[in-house]
């Protein structure tokens, strides 16, 4: 869980860039500058990501578009904000249930 820490701009996309394949739990959230082409790196190298908290960062429909097309197999929570509502509601990831809830982490 990475929200709340004062990480800079290039070290989250150090992160997101470099990060262990095998991760399957993340949190990036509040990091604004978190786009979409870092999330085609993210997801793309970690697709065994099961739960993936990204609420205020700058993703897009195609970053989500990206995280359902790498990991659709194994996601089962993604709080994305309101990005976030469309994949919730749909028949994209079959694993799904639901955004991630507040004490994930603890």
Known sequence: NLNSTELTEDSVKFLTHHL????????????????????????SRCNQLSALDLQKTAITNDGLSMIITHLKT??????????CEKVIAG????????????????
């Open 20 to 43: 262990t394949p095998g991760i399957t739990k993340l949190s990036l959230a509040g990091f604004e500058f978190i786009n979409d082409e870092d999330i085609l790196s993210l997801v």
């Open 74 to 83: 194994n996601l089962e929570k993604l709080d994305a904000g309101k990005v």
């Open 91 to 106: 028949p994209q990831i079959p694993n799904i249930t639901g955004v991630l809830p507040k004490d994930f982490y603890n």
